[in-house]
T-cell receptor, first 111, second 116 residues
């Protein structure tokens, strides 16, 4: 079993839809949770960062962490064609600087 | 803030030659930099962790003599692919942390290496 599981998709939605992206993990020591967006042939771009449990909102993006269920989510409201990309979840434990990545979910938002 | 610049963005070389990729933190000092390799439609694979002034720590299965990493300053790390072969063709990405104990990594734009 992988430490971090993420559905690879692809996920195809119409413009304006609410998108839900999720990751599950097995290591209860993880405390730092991140979502990155990666466009084709580009490096990952940090979207959201959450420490421990809770919600965080930034514009159209909301990140949720449920440590009791070992489950994290990223919601995108009013999705746009420019949101079409691969979304990677990443997480790490204290006392290490390595990130453990999910496989990434390909999202396509069509007009 | 937290901008990481990676150069070149694309390089084509002949088999047997060496290629150097640079990774710079532009607006912060990066105590730790990371080098990843990414195959098409796959996630990032960590190759090595590099700390300024010390030898890089390579992940299992990564050839140290093939992928030379130098972290000469707090803003610059380089990856040299020595005697490159077609199987080394890939997308290489660097990242850096700001050292603020958030574990956030900021990524460069990546380098596409094509070995003929």
């Amino acid at each position: 079993q992988k430490e971090v599981e993420q559905d690879p998709g692809p996920l195809s939605v119409p413009e304006g839809a609410i998108v839900s992206l999720n990751c599950t993990y097995s290591n209860s020591a993880f405390q730092y949770f991140m979502w990155y967006r990666q466009y084709s042939r580009k490096g990952p771009e940090l979207l959201m960062y959450t420490y421990s449990s809770g919600n965080k909102e930034d514009g159209r993006f909301t990140a949720q962490v449920d440590k009791s269920s070992k489950y994290i989510s990223l919601f995108i409201r009013d999705s746009q064609p420019s949101d079409s990309a691969t979304y990677l979840c990443a997480m790490s434990a204290p006392n290490t600087d390595k990130l453990i990545f999910g496989t990434g979910t390909r999202l396509q938002v069509f007009p | 803030g937290a901008v990481v610049s990676q150069h070149p963005s694309w390089v084509i070389c002949k088999s047997g030659t060496s290629v150097k990729i640079e990774c710079r933190s532009l607006d912060f000092q990066a105590t730790t930099m990371f080098w990843y390799r990414q195959f098409p439609k796959q996630s990032l694979m960590l190759m090595a962790t590099s700390n300024e002034g010390s030898k890089a720590t390579y992940e299992q299965g990564v050839e140290k003599d093939k992928f030379l990493i130098n972290h000469a300053s707090l803003t610059l790390s380089t990856l040299t692919v020595t005697s490159a072969h077609p199987e080394d063709s890939s997308f290489y990405i660097c990242s850096a942390t700001t050292g603020r104990s958030t574990n956030i990594q900021y990524f460069g734009a990546g380098t596409r290496l094509s070995v003929l």
